[in-house]
T-cell receptor, first 115, second 113 residues
Framework: GAVVSQHPSRVICKSGTSVKIECRSL??????MFWYRQFPKQSLMLMAT?????????EQGVEKDKFLINHASLTLSTLTVTSAHPEDSSFYIC???????????FGPGTRLTVT | RKEVEQDPGPFNVPEGATVAFNCTYS??????FFWYRQDCRKEPKLLMS???SGNEDGRFTAQLNRASQYISLLIRDSKLSDSATYLC??????????????FGKGTKLSVKP
């Protein structure tokens, strides 16, 4: 099946620093990538959708200047959390789709802890 | 009303038990439905899609009732390895177009020996 990787799997950073998370589709071309966030005991919440070569579409309430998304190629999307604060600590998960919206493949997630 | 609501759980059952999860969704125009499984501190993984006529995959049976906007998942002969959180997922449908996946909070299942 389709494989999506994320890097890093876990990161601890200090408040005020920026963190970049990479999401790669390893064996297929991902025309669309999705970024989710999940707080403990909460559901996955979609943050933004990105299509290769175009600007990401952010969900309501998600600050686009704080969560920078780049989808420069069909196999790579990055999420940069700028000026991270403790409340940004969460589990960030990406998923990728090859075009048929009925199939999304999830990455293993990145656990971010901001101290 | 939340877009996707599930039994709060947790469900604690012995091995071999049959367990059923329920889910309701608010957007009557939704057309795609799924059950995902999420292990602790891991990403969700697709368990099965849910079709209008109901579908079965081994010990797992999914049902859809469009009139009631209700989805169910039945697990028979539960195994220890079934312990996980089960997420009801609906693809939104807005303005005549398919939207993004909407996840329920999940129901935690713990299967005990």
């Amino acid at each position: 099946g389709a494989v999506v990787s994320q890097h890093p799997s876990r990161v601890i950073c200090k408040s005020g620093t920026s963190v970049k998370i990479e999401c790669r589709s390893l064996d297929f071309q991902a025309t669309t990538m999705f970024w989710y966030r999940q707080f403990p005991k909460q559901s996955l919440m979609l943050m933004a959708t990105s299509n290769e070569g175009s600007k990401a579409t952010y969900e309501q309430g998600v600050e686009k200047d704080k969560f920078l998304i780049n989808h420069a190629s069909l196999t790579l999307s990055t999420l940069t959390v700028t000026s991270a604060h403790p409340e940004d600590s969460s589990f960030y998960i990406c998923s990728a789709s090859s075009g048929s919206l009925n199939e999304q493949y999830f990455g293993p997630g990145t656990r971010l802890t901001v101290t | 009303r939340k877009e996707v609501e599930q039994d709060p759980g947790p469900f604690n059952v012995p091995e071999g038990a049959t367990v059923a999860f329920n889910c309701t969704y608010s957007n009557s125009a939704s057309q795609s439905f799924f059950w995902y499984r999420q292990d602790c501190r891991k990403e969700p993984k697709l368990l099965m899609s849910v079709y209008s006529s109901g579908n079965e995959d081994g010990r797992f049976t999914a049902q859809l009732n469009r009139a009631s906007q209700y989805i169910s998942l039945l697990i028979r002969d539960s195994k220890l390895s079934d312990s996980a959180t089960y997420l009801c997922v609906v693809r939104g449908f807005y303005g005549g177009s398919q939207g993004n996946l909407i996840f329920g909070k999940g129901t935690k299942l713990s299967v005990k020996p």
